[in-house]
Antibody
Framework: QVQLQESGPGLVKPSETLSLNCTVSGGSMSSSYWSWLRQPAGKGLEWIGRIYSSGTTNYNPSLRSRVTMSIDTSKNQFHLKFSSVTAADTAVYYC???????????WGQGTLVSVSS | DIVMTQSPDSLAVSLGERATINCKSSQSVLYSSNNKNYFAWYQQRPGQPPKLLISWASTRESGVPDRFSGSGSGTDFTLSISTLQAEDVAVYFCQQYYRSPHTFGQGTKLEIK
Protein backbone atom coordinates (compact mmCIF):
# COMPACT_ATOMS: atom_id res chain seq x y z
CA GLN A 1 0.00 0.00 0.00
CA VAL A 2 1.46 3.33 -1.07
CA GLN A 3 2.01 5.77 1.79
CA LEU A 4 3.01 9.41 1.62
CA GLN A 5 4.40 11.71 4.30
CA GLU A 6 4.92 15.46 4.09
CA SER A 7 7.76 17.20 5.92
CA GLY A 8 8.98 20.75 6.22
CA PRO A 9 8.79 23.90 8.32
CA GLY A 10 5.46 24.72 9.90
CA LEU A 11 6.13 28.45 9.93
CA VAL A 12 7.34 30.63 7.06
CA LYS A 13 7.82 34.39 7.03
CA PRO A 14 5.98 36.58 4.52
CA SER A 15 7.81 37.03 1.20
CA GLU A 16 9.96 33.95 1.85
CA THR A 17 9.87 30.57 0.10
CA LEU A 18 7.90 27.62 1.45
CA SER A 19 9.69 24.30 0.94
CA LEU A 20 8.09 20.92 1.51
CA ASN A 21 9.13 17.34 0.89
CA CYS A 22 6.98 14.28 0.35
CA THR A 23 8.40 10.83 1.02
CA VAL A 24 6.73 7.89 -0.70
CA SER A 25 6.88 4.37 0.73
CA GLY A 26 5.28 1.03 -0.02
CA GLY A 27 5.51 1.34 -3.77
CA SER A 28 7.46 2.61 -6.74
CA MET A 29 7.32 6.22 -7.91
CA SER A 30 7.82 5.13 -11.50
CA SER A 31 5.18 5.80 -14.15
CA SER A 32 3.03 7.82 -11.75
CA TYR A 33 1.89 11.37 -11.21
CA TRP A 34 2.60 13.05 -7.88
CA SER A 35 0.70 16.14 -6.78
CA TRP A 36 0.57 18.86 -4.20
CA LEU A 37 -2.72 20.29 -2.95
CA ARG A 38 -3.64 22.68 -0.18
CA GLN A 39 -6.60 23.39 2.05
CA PRO A 40 -7.01 26.61 4.07
CA ALA A 41 -8.69 26.05 7.42
CA GLY A 42 -12.38 25.28 7.01
CA LYS A 43 -12.22 25.65 3.25
CA GLY A 44 -12.03 23.57 0.10
CA LEU A 45 -9.17 21.94 -1.73
CA GLU A 46 -6.91 23.61 -4.28
CA TRP A 47 -4.66 21.65 -6.64
CA ILE A 48 -1.22 23.27 -6.82
CA GLY A 49 0.42 21.08 -9.43
CA ARG A 50 1.80 17.70 -10.38
CA ILE A 51 5.07 16.12 -11.39
CA TYR A 52 5.45 12.90 -13.36
CA SER A 53 8.11 10.38 -12.44
CA SER A 54 10.10 11.56 -15.48
CA GLY A 55 10.19 15.12 -14.08
CA THR A 56 7.54 16.68 -16.33
CA THR A 57 5.48 19.22 -14.45
CA ASN A 58 2.04 20.82 -14.73
CA TYR A 59 1.08 23.70 -12.47
CA ASN A 60 -2.17 25.44 -11.64
CA PRO A 61 -2.07 28.58 -13.81
CA SER A 62 -3.22 30.71 -10.87
CA LEU A 63 -0.10 29.71 -8.91
CA ARG A 64 2.36 28.88 -11.68
CA SER A 65 4.56 31.94 -11.28
CA ARG A 66 5.40 30.96 -7.70
CA VAL A 67 5.60 27.14 -7.89
CA THR A 68 8.51 24.82 -8.57
CA MET A 69 8.29 21.05 -8.19
CA SER A 70 11.06 18.49 -8.43
CA ILE A 71 11.42 14.76 -7.93
CA ASP A 72 14.14 12.38 -6.77
CA THR A 73 12.98 8.83 -7.46
CA SER A 74 16.21 7.38 -6.05
CA LYS A 75 15.20 8.78 -2.66
CA ASN A 76 11.45 8.18 -3.19
CA GLN A 77 10.78 11.87 -2.69
CA PHE A 78 9.22 14.80 -4.48
CA HIS A 79 9.40 18.43 -3.49
CA LEU A 80 7.49 21.70 -3.54
CA LYS A 81 8.90 25.21 -3.50
CA PHE A 82 6.41 28.06 -3.27
CA SER A 83 7.86 31.54 -3.39
CA SER A 84 6.80 34.99 -2.16
CA VAL A 85 4.31 33.63 0.36
CA THR A 86 1.71 35.75 2.12
CA ALA A 87 -0.77 35.07 4.90
CA ALA A 88 -3.20 33.88 2.23
CA ASP A 89 -0.92 30.88 1.66
CA THR A 90 -1.51 29.60 5.20
CA ALA A 91 -3.05 26.15 4.76
CA VAL A 92 -2.68 22.43 5.27
CA TYR A 93 -0.52 21.20 2.40
CA TYR A 94 -1.05 17.66 1.12
CA CYS A 95 0.99 15.50 -1.17
CA UNK A 96 -0.89 12.85 -3.09
CA UNK A 97 -0.61 10.33 -5.88
CA UNK A 98 -2.73 11.39 -8.83
CA UNK A 99 -3.88 8.30 -10.70
CA UNK A 100 -3.29 8.84 -14.45
CA UNK A 101 -3.66 12.61 -13.83
CA UNK A 102 -7.29 11.96 -12.95
CA UNK A 103 -8.20 11.44 -9.28
CA UNK A 104 -6.17 11.41 -6.06
CA UNK A 105 -6.07 7.90 -4.63
CA UNK A 106 -3.33 8.10 -1.99
CA TRP A 107 -2.77 11.07 0.31
CA GLY A 108 -0.32 12.14 2.97
CA GLN A 109 -1.67 13.18 6.35
CA GLY A 110 -1.05 16.83 5.52
CA THR A 111 1.17 19.44 7.11
CA LEU A 112 0.03 22.82 8.39
CA VAL A 113 2.11 25.70 7.08
CA SER A 114 1.50 29.10 8.63
CA VAL A 115 2.79 32.29 7.07
CA SER A 116 3.54 34.86 9.73
CA SER A 117 6.31 37.18 10.82
CA ASP B 1 -11.40 26.95 -14.74
CA ILE B 2 -14.39 24.66 -14.25
CA VAL B 3 -16.28 25.79 -11.16
CA MET B 4 -17.80 23.07 -8.98
CA THR B 5 -20.69 24.13 -6.75
CA GLN B 6 -22.03 21.82 -4.05
CA SER B 7 -25.36 21.97 -2.27
CA PRO B 8 -26.18 22.16 0.51
CA ASP B 9 -23.18 23.55 2.40
CA SER B 10 -24.22 21.51 5.42
CA LEU B 11 -26.68 18.75 6.10
CA ALA B 12 -28.01 17.02 9.23
CA VAL B 13 -29.56 13.58 8.81
CA SER B 14 -30.81 11.02 11.35
CA LEU B 15 -28.98 7.73 11.74
CA GLY B 16 -30.36 5.15 9.33
CA GLU B 17 -31.84 7.77 7.03
CA ARG B 18 -30.73 8.76 3.51
CA ALA B 19 -28.35 11.64 2.86
CA THR B 20 -28.10 13.32 -0.53
CA ILE B 21 -25.41 15.75 -1.65
CA ASN B 22 -25.41 17.55 -4.97
CA CYS B 23 -22.63 18.96 -7.15
CA LYS B 24 -22.97 21.06 -10.25
CA SER B 25 -20.14 21.84 -12.68
CA SER B 26 -19.97 25.07 -14.69
CA GLN B 27 -19.51 23.05 -17.86
CA SER B 28 -20.06 19.45 -18.85
CA VAL B 29 -17.46 16.93 -17.68
CA LEU B 30 -18.82 14.20 -19.94
CA TYR B 31 -16.26 13.17 -22.56
CA SER B 32 -18.29 12.26 -25.61
CA SER B 33 -15.72 9.96 -27.21
CA ASN B 34 -15.91 7.41 -24.36
CA ASN B 35 -19.18 8.50 -22.67
CA LYS B 36 -17.42 8.85 -19.31
CA ASN B 37 -17.97 11.57 -16.75
CA TYR B 38 -14.61 12.80 -15.45
CA PHE B 39 -15.92 13.27 -11.92
CA ALA B 40 -15.09 11.98 -8.43
CA TRP B 41 -16.33 12.16 -4.84
CA TYR B 42 -14.20 12.27 -1.67
CA GLN B 43 -14.90 11.92 2.04
CA GLN B 44 -12.85 13.88 4.59
CA ARG B 45 -13.30 12.91 8.21
CA PRO B 46 -12.18 15.41 10.87
CA GLY B 47 -8.41 15.69 11.08
CA GLN B 48 -7.89 13.31 8.15
CA PRO B 49 -6.92 13.72 4.50
CA PRO B 50 -9.60 13.24 1.87
CA LYS B 51 -10.42 9.68 0.89
CA LEU B 52 -11.50 8.77 -2.63
CA LEU B 53 -14.98 7.23 -2.61
CA ILE B 54 -16.18 7.27 -6.21
CA SER B 55 -14.64 7.84 -9.64
CA TRP B 56 -16.24 8.11 -13.08
CA ALA B 57 -19.25 9.60 -11.25
CA SER B 58 -20.58 6.21 -10.12
CA THR B 59 -17.74 3.67 -9.65
CA ARG B 60 -17.11 2.90 -6.00
CA GLU B 61 -13.53 2.40 -4.89
CA SER B 62 -12.58 -0.97 -3.47
CA GLY B 63 -13.61 -1.18 0.19
CA VAL B 64 -16.17 1.63 0.06
CA PRO B 65 -19.47 0.42 1.57
CA ASP B 66 -22.28 -0.07 -0.92
CA ARG B 67 -24.49 2.38 0.99
CA PHE B 68 -22.51 5.05 -0.92
CA SER B 69 -23.62 5.60 -4.50
CA GLY B 70 -22.95 8.22 -7.13
CA SER B 71 -25.14 9.27 -10.01
CA GLY B 72 -25.55 11.99 -12.60
CA SER B 73 -24.04 13.03 -15.89
CA GLY B 74 -22.87 16.11 -17.74
CA THR B 75 -23.11 18.94 -15.23
CA ASP B 76 -25.26 17.57 -12.39
CA PHE B 77 -24.16 14.88 -9.96
CA THR B 78 -25.39 13.36 -6.72
CA LEU B 79 -23.78 11.42 -3.88
CA SER B 80 -26.24 9.35 -1.87
CA ILE B 81 -25.71 7.56 1.42
CA SER B 82 -28.59 5.13 1.77
CA THR B 83 -28.58 4.47 5.53
CA LEU B 84 -26.47 6.94 7.46
CA GLN B 85 -23.98 5.52 9.94
CA ALA B 86 -22.17 7.45 12.68
CA GLU B 87 -18.83 6.99 10.89
CA ASP B 88 -20.20 8.85 7.84
CA VAL B 89 -19.90 12.19 9.64
CA ALA B 90 -17.48 14.06 7.41
CA VAL B 91 -17.10 16.73 4.77
CA TYR B 92 -17.73 15.50 1.25
CA PHE B 93 -16.08 17.03 -1.81
CA CYS B 94 -16.66 16.62 -5.52
CA GLN B 95 -13.86 16.97 -8.08
CA GLN B 96 -13.68 17.22 -11.85
CA TYR B 97 -10.74 15.81 -13.79
CA TYR B 98 -12.11 16.67 -17.23
CA ARG B 99 -9.91 19.72 -17.66
CA SER B 100 -6.80 21.05 -15.95
CA PRO B 101 -6.62 22.58 -13.44
CA HIS B 102 -8.63 19.93 -11.65
CA THR B 103 -11.07 21.67 -9.35
CA PHE B 104 -13.07 20.77 -6.28
CA GLY B 105 -16.40 21.79 -4.81
CA GLN B 106 -16.42 23.84 -1.62
CA GLY B 107 -17.49 20.84 0.44
CA THR B 108 -20.67 19.67 2.18
CA LYS B 109 -20.53 19.04 5.91
CA LEU B 110 -22.64 16.03 6.92
CA GLU B 111 -23.72 15.71 10.54
CA ILE B 112 -26.03 13.52 12.59
CA LYS B 113 -29.41 15.01 13.49
Amino acid sequence: QVQLQESGPGLVKPSETLSLNCTVSGGSMSSSYWSWLRQPAGKGLEWIGRIYSSGTTNYNPSLRSRVTMSIDTSKNQFHLKFSSVTAADTAVYYCAREFKAWWFDHWGQGTLVSVSS
Amino acid sequence: DIVMTQSPDSLAVSLGERATINCKSSQSVLYSSNNKNYFAWYQQRPGQPPKLLISWASTRESGVPDRFSGSGSGTDFTLSISTLQAEDVAVYFCQQYYRSPHTFGQGTKLEIK
